[in-house]
Each structure stands twice: as structure tokens, then as C-alpha cells.
């Protein structure tokens, strides 16, 4: 049981940083902000230049 | 587990492998299961991971678990974080999975199934996974560099132009040819256009959704995106029955050609957060979860394999491409059994994330493994339908008739009996007004794959909801490779540009995103554009190409490797990296010199043109002409960049080796690995 938590927990941290809310996580963390309209657009900003440099794989 | 254990665990793995291979290889004349192809790449992937990447690693490589990674040393919560293996292993494999391991076997699959399994198998384990692997490792030593720095730095000022050069061309070349996919995928086809098309506004809601409503929240609106794209499967089925919308959503190939070229000026032009963005999430949201759901269906449902283990057709004179087995089944194959893409991926954002060295392994050549176990399953999803739809669909007009009926003829002539009244049911069982001439693998891969779904769970009542999910799930995914490479692809052209005159090189400046954005657009719709308009399919010309030059960017990769491994003073191991390069230039060579001079102008460009040349002269033969000319001169070019890093690497190589030049790599001084402290206590 306690390793399928674990497994679970694995699995769900892995989308999470797939889908870069992990991302917007250590942002809130770093400017020290609550997740609000303003702060993910900031985040966005941030995260664009980063984002559409990397490459999709054929 | 004790040692005798697992001595015999390992001995019973490579027994089973050997095997299921020998079943694969061996067998003629009758039908065999998928699950022995699984059996195979499994132990065969098993015995790689296990033995070879640990050799690599303990003796070539020499991982270091004392040394801090570049996550760990320049952590800054934005590129640089140290992050959990598995989550780096998901992470890194979300990136290099992409269109190329499904479409690739499953053109290639042509020659039967033997060729194509055989080098997924051994082309990951001794190529493609070792690339990826060595490649994470050295770019981890080098605070995260690409692998375009890593090549000016290691080989020289040539050796990063050409890589630079190599990676503008193959995301050109790739755009060009995967956008080609889905244009024949959707030609003639309202159910699936309408599915694609909704795709937008649906991209469009996710963004809004996403930044108003939710801010942060991108699985949550993953979710709700993909429960909007079944619902758009569902409606597009309406949109196909109903006369009035059908029309709207009836589309020639130059028409969705058209709007293909438009949709990426616009996707590359717009806001990150607006399209790309949840676009790119739902592609990754559906991506993920198909390939597990094809997983399931597969060792479901264990299906038998209908296509031959060889074909008629290894002699070069085959529908889809022509070309003999070598080299043409490794270039068509590409990503699934090594791929030059993936460096970039390898010395991108996954070096940043690595916590520990020893974790490179699992991530580079654990990841690959991963990918070519996808190939495998489009292998079997192209073999188990009946062969005569495999070659009624991937055959084009120019090969087999436009008619259906001329087009069965000519099927059952090549030994594969089918008549237009099958292909009319099977059409209409999928939901489609025919499947005759829908070249580029992505129709062919989507009836094996809604064969495997449906009799699995559905039965045919939903084979035509199957369809066109497999068709939504590969044109999802092309769509966000076309507007995410489109942007790449601005952005080192502005790069580039930005060191002729400055304003240029500002990514931000509205006139300068107008200008690169249409130079990329027009340069991958040009290839797009000839596809479409080619009157045998496009596939056999622009697939190879791109074959080539992914194979030549990871040429570029192993001559980086190669050099590196040899300064750093273990020449006695390069040859890990030294065979699989020597065995691509071999490939590349040949590829390009037979798609340039070979006499037979279904695969000689320069052939092609004097064929041309010789009949009537009209307007469309001048077309054709000089897209044969330029063809081989794009071709010719790739080639000339493969010889000029191979002659830079190997006189680099020569003079550590002769002790003209001190052996020594540019890697970033050790420090000390606090993880590693923290552990040992």
C-alpha cells in the first residue's frame, strides 16, 4: 500500500512538472506571492522565453 | 535478491529474448503475435539497460556520485532545479516522444515487420539510447550548454556552424514533412477536420481558461481541454453527416495546405499563453495518455500479425518509398531507434534538472528505451490490420491509379488481393469516403490503432470513433510541433540575425517576430507546398529527407561525443560511440548519394528531372524539375555538413591522439556534491 502511495505521489509530481505547475509553484515561492490573475501572468512572462526556445521532438 | 538469483534471473531474461527473436526472424510463411515482438524488445531493452548503459557508465563515463550537478550548484528555482529521477525520467520523455517513433515503422513497415523491429531493437541499445545518454552526461558537466556550444567548444568553430546549420535545417525539414502528414490524413475528410479545427477555439478557451479563471491550474484545464476534444470526435461525426457542414469541412490538400502554413505564421506570431501554451498541454495530456492506452489495448488484446515478416518489397520497388532495405528502413525508421533531435533535448532543460549524476543513466537511456518501445507498438498497430489496407492506404495516386478500382487491381497484382467493394466497407467503417491514396503513415497507423481499440473495447460500433481519435491524437500532436518549431526556429534565425543588425536579434520587436516568423513559415511551407502538389504523395521524397537530415544531426551528435570521450583520455571505449557513428555516416552516405544519383527515378531526385525533362514540357514539369534540383541540392548540402564535422572531429581526435595537443575537455570544475554529503551523513 504504502508503495503504491508512493508510486501515486511519483506519478502526480511528474505531471505536475510536466505541466509546469511546479513551475508556477517555485515562482509563487521564489517572489514570495499567492496565486492570483497577476501573479500567473507575471509567471507567463517569465516562462515565455523559456518555453518557446525549447524544442518539440519529432 | 541474492546473487545466484539473480545471475539466473538475467540468464532466463536473455534466454527468453534470444528466443522471441529467433521467432520473429526465423518464422516464414505463418502468421506470429505481437506479444512476441513485445517479448523481445522488452528483454532485449532489459539486458541494454542493465549491462550496456552500466558499462558505460562505470567505464566510459565514469559517473561521479560526489559531483554536484548544475541543478544543484546554480539552483535558481526558474531552469535550474534539482528535481526527483522519475519526475526528470517523465519530464524528459513528455519532450523526445513525438510523432517521428509512430510514424517511422510504420511507413517502414513496407518491408514487413522483421527489418524495421530489428533496428529499433538493436539501433536503441547500441545508438539511440547511448546518444541521448553520453550526450545529458557531458552537457550535466558543462552547466546545462547545448549541444551547439559543446560543439564549438570540443571540435571547433566549423563543428558548431555546421551543428548550428544542421538544426535550422532538420526543423524545417521536419515541419515541412510532418505538416504533409496531416494534410493527408485530413484531405477529403470533414469528420477529421472539423475534430482538428475545433482544436483551436478549444486551445484558445484552455489559455483564457487558464489565465482568468484558473490561474496556474494546467492539469485541472488539461482535463477540461481533452473532455472538449471528445466532444468535439463526437460532434465531428455529426459535422460529417450533416451535408450543409460537411461541405464547409470538405478540404482539398492544397486548400488545408494553405490554411496549415497560415495556422503556424499565426501560432508562431500570437502569444505564448494564448495558443501554443494549452495547446501544448493538451497535446501532452493526450499523448501520454493514447501511448499508455495503446500499451493496454496491445497486451489486451495480443493481436497476430497479418503483415509478413518481409515483403516483396525489400528490393526497393515499394509504394510507400522506394529504396532497398539499406539504407532506406534506418532513415525512414528515425526516432525510433536513434534520433539527432534528441541531443537538443539532452543538452536543453533536462540537465538542469538532474540531482546526481548516476541519475543521467535512467533519464538518457531509460527515456530512449521508453521511446522505442512506442516504435514498437506502431509497429505492431501497421502490421495487424490486413496487408491490403496497409498498401491501399500508403499507396499513392502516381503509383497505383487514382480509381479505386485500378488502384485494387494494382494491389492484388503485388500478391495482396483486395478489391474496391473492401476498401468502400472499410472506409465506411471508419467513418471516411475512402482510404485509397492517404499516404504518410498517419491513416495507416490510426486503422491499426482503432482495430486494436475496438476489439478491445467497443467492438466495431465505435471502430469510426477510434479512427478519428487516433487521427485527432497524431494531428494534435503535429500541429503543436509545427507552431512550437516554427517559434524555435524564429527564434535562432533572430539569433542569427540579431549578429548582422541588432534590432533584429530582439525577440520582442514586433517587426523583426513579422519577418523571421514568415522566413521560417514560408521555408517549411515550401517543402509542405511540393508535397502536396507532388503527384506520387510527396512521402517518398520529403520523408527520406528528413530522415537524412535527423540522422545527420545525430551524426553531429556522436562526432561531439566521440571527440569528448577521446579527450578525456579513454580512447579504448570510443568505440561506443565510434560504431553507432560509423554505421550512420554509412546510412547517411548512402541515403543522400542514392536519393541524389540513383538512375531510377523513383529515387533519384536528379533522375526524377531528366524523366521530366524528356516528356513534354509544361508548366507543372518545370515545377516539378526544379523541386527535384533544389531536393538535391538540399540533399548534397546535408551531405557536405556530415563530411565537414566528421573531417573537423577526426583531426581534433588525431592530434590528441598523435600527442600533438594535450588531452583535456572544457567541463566545469568538480564541486563537491552536498546531496551526497547530506546522504553519507
Known sequence: MMHLRKMVDIVLAALREIFDESAYRRFLERRQAVSSRKAYAEFMREHELLRARRPRCC | MPKPLRIVMWIGVA?????????????????????????????????????????????????????????????????????????????????????????????????????????????????????????????????????????????????????????????????????????????????????????????????????????????????????????????????????????????????????????????????????????????????????????????????????????????????????????FAFITIACGAISGFHSLIASGT????????????????????????????????????????????????????????????????????????????????????TLFNRTGGAPAFAVGMAHIFSNSLGGQAVMALWYHFAIMFEALFILTILDAGTRVGRFMVQDALGHIWKPLGRTSWYPSIVATSALVVAAWGFFLWQGVKDPVGGINSLWPLFGISNQLLATVALCVATTIIIKMGKARYALVTLLPLGWLVSVTFTAAWQKIFDPHSRIGFLAHARNLAASAPTHEASRLIFNDRLDAVVTGFLLIMVVLILLESTLECARVLSGRKQPGVKETPFVASRFAMEEQG
Open chain 2, 15 to 327: 534466454l527468453l529474448g534470444a528466443l522471441a527473436v529467433a521467432t520473429i526472424a526465423l518464422r516464414r510463411g505463418e502468421q506470429i503475435n505481437a506479444m512476441w515482438l513485445v517479448v523481445a524488445a522488452f528483454c532485449s531493452f532489459a539486458l541494454g539497460y542493465r549491462f550496456y548503459s552500466k558499462f558505460i557508465s562505470a567505464k566510459v563515463l565514469a559517473l561521479d556520485e560526489q559531483r554536484a550537478t548544475p541543478a544543484e550548484r546554480l539552483e535558481n528555482g526558474r531552469d535550474f532545479v534539482p528535481t526527483n529521477k522519475w519526475v526528470v525520467f517523465g519530464h524528459h520523455f513528455a519532450a523526445i516522444a513525438g510523432p517521428g517513433p509512430l510514424v517511422g515503422p510504420v511507413l517502414a513497415a513496407q518491408f514487413g515487420y522483421l527489418p524495421g523491429t530489428l533496428w529499433v531493437l538493436a539501433g536503441a541499445v547500441f545508438g539511440g539510447c547511448v546518444q541521448d545518454f553520453v550526450i545529458l552526461l557531458f552537457s550535466i558537466r558543462r552547466d546545462g550548454k547545448s549541444m551547439t556550444e559543446m560543439a564549438r567548444e570540443e571540435i571547433g568553430r566549423v563543428g558548431g556552424f555546421v551543428a548550428y546549420l544542421a538544426v535550422i535545417s532538420i526543423i524545417i525539414i521536419l515541419l515541412g514533412a510532418t505538416a504533409l502528414i496531416v494534410v493527408n490524413a485530413l484531405k477529403s475528410s470533414p469528420w477529421g477536420t472539423f475534430t482538428i479545427a475545433m482544436t483551436i477555439p478549444i486551445a484558445l478557451i484552455m489559455g483564457l481558461y487558464l489565465r482568468r479563471l484558473r490561474p496556474g491550474k494546467v492539469l485541472e484545464t488539461s482535463i477540461l481541454g481533452f473532455v472538449l476534444v471528445m466532444l468535439a470526435i463526437w460532434g465531428g461525426q455529426w459535422a460529417s453527416q450533416t451535408a450543409s457542414v460537411a461541405r464547409v469541412f470538405t478540404l482539398t490538400a492544397p486548400t488545408l495546405a494553405i490554411l496549415i502554413i497560415l495556422y503556424g505564421f499565426a501560432a508562431s506570431a500570437l502569444p505564448v499563453w494564448l495558443l501554443l501554451a494549452p495547446r501544448d498541454y493538451l497535446s501532452t495530456f493526450v499523448k501520454l495518455g493514447t501511448i499508455a492506452l495503446l500499451a493496454l489495448g496491445i497486451v489486451a488484446l495480443r493481436p497476430t500479425l497479418h503483415m509478413p515478416a518481409l515483403t516483396r518489397f525489400v528490393d526497393g520497388t515499394g509504394p510507400v518509398f522506394a529504396g532497398s532495405i539499406f539504407p
Open chain 2, 350 to 433: 533536462t540537465p538542469k534538472l538532474i540531482r546526481r549524476e548516476s541519475e543521467a543513466r535512467m533519464v538518457g537511456y531509460g527515456a530512449m528505451l521508453a521511446e522505442s518501445t512506442v516504435a514498437i507498438m506502431a509497429m505492431i498497430a501497421a502490421c495487424t490490420p490486413l496487408p491490403i489496407s496497409y498498401f491501399a492506404i500508403n499507396s499513392p495516386a502516381g503509383v497505383v491509379g487514382q480509381a479505386p478500382e485500378v488502384a485494387a487491381a494494382t494491389i492484388t497484382a503485388w500478391g495482396f488481393p483486395v478489391t474496391a467493394a473492401e476498401m468502400h466497407s472499410l472506409a465506411q467503417a471508419v467513418g471516411e469516403q
